[in-house]
């Protein structure tokens, strides 16, 4: 049977699993330059169409 070669440390393990509830907790979410609005990352912005400072679409108001 496949065993890893050493343990994990307590600090190791641990700090991989505040990341990982941090990111439970607040999902990654960055915000729009341009009008502040929360968008999703590698998204075009919802509220006003603007993505790496381009203008994508018309936002819907
Ligand atoms: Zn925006």
Redesign the pocket.
């Known amino acids: 049977m496949a065993n890893p070669k050493r343990k994990l440390s307590r600090s190791k393990r641990d700090s991989r699993r505040a990341q990982w509830i941090s990111k439970l907790k607040n999902p990654n979410f960055s915000s ?6 929360t ?1 999703l990352p590698h998204r075009a ?6 993505y790496k400072g381009q203008k994508l679409f018309e ?1 819907e108001e």
């Open positions: 729009c330059p341009n009008c502040g609005e968008k912005c919802p509220k006003c169409g603007y936002a």
